[in-house]
T-cell receptor, first 109, second 113 residues
Framework: KNEVEQSPQNLTAQEGEFITINCSYSVGISALHWLQQHPGGGIVSLFM???GKKKHGRLIATINIQEKHSSLHITASHPRDSAVYIC???????????FGPGTRLSVLP | DADVTQTPRNRITKTGKRIMLECSQTKGHDRMYWYRQDPGLGLRLIYYSFDVKDINKGEISDGYSVSRQAQAKFSLSLESAIPNQTALYFC????????????FGDGTRLSIL
């Protein structure tokens, strides 16, 4: 069983739809990182969370520490949002992030 | 210019060859990392360094070695490449406390025939 799981594995949406990507983990963490990997391969940081909720533009990330679960929401999705979204967790007392397998999102025009 | 630069971006080579992937950063970060990415799997940590004199093995260090030549440079070597080391390799940097975001290079696509 992977320490970090993401669902769905693949997601296809129509432009304008509200999208939710989920991340669940099995042990206590001190931080959770959402990243976006572009079709060309580059990886950029979206959010770092340790509690609550963060918003940047059309992206919203939430975390529930007790339930060991985080969600990434995209409002009014656009084809340029098509990418792989990766969740990574930093365990309590850990030194390095553990990465989920990613969710591949395709937004169709 | 990119803050984290990896060279080469693509490399095709043969089994048994020695290969070096290079990473340089202009962010002034102390922490540097090498990861590999395989289809369907999350990024896996190969080696990491918290400063120039500090080198640590990650989850999958067998078959790899690293050198931290300066704060800004962290290279990854495959001493004798094998086909199952075909993957996408990423260098990343981090600053300050561990719960700060990492910054990634654009990746090196390595194919070993």
């Amino acid at each position: 069983k992977n320490e970090v799981e993401q669902s769905p594995q693949n997601l296809t949406a129509q432009e304008g739809e509200f999208i939710t990507i989920n991340c669940s983990y099995s042990v206590g963490i001190s931080a959770l990182h959402w990243l976006q990997q572009h079709p060309g391969g580059g990886i950029v940081s979206l959010f770092m969370l340790s509690s609550g909720k963060k918003k940047h533009g059309r992206l919203i990330a939430t975390i529930n520490i007790q339930e060991k679960h985080s969600s990434l929401h995209i409002t009014a999705s656009h084809p340029r949002d098509s990418a792989v979204y990766i969740c990574a967790v930093l365990h309590n007392y850990g030194q390095n992030f553990v990465f989920g397998p990613g969710t591949r999102l395709s937004v169709l025009p | 210019d990119a803050d984290v630069t990896q060279t080469p971006r693509n490399r095709i080579t043969k089994t048994g060859k020695r290969i070096m992937l290079e990473c340089s950063q202009t962010k002034g970060h102390d922490r540097m990392y090498w990861y590999r990415q395989d289809p369907g799997l999350g990024l896996r940590l190969i080696y990491y360094s918290f400063d120039v004199k500090d080198i640590n093995k990650g989850e999958i260090s067998d078959g790899y070695s690293v050198s931290r030549q300066a704060q800004a440079k962290f290279s990854l070597s495959l001493e004798s490449a094998i086909p199952n080391q075909t993957a996408l390799y990423f260098c990343a940097t981090g600053s300050g406390s561990l719960n700060q975001p990492q910054h990634f290079g654009d990746g090196t696509r390595l194919s070993i025939l």
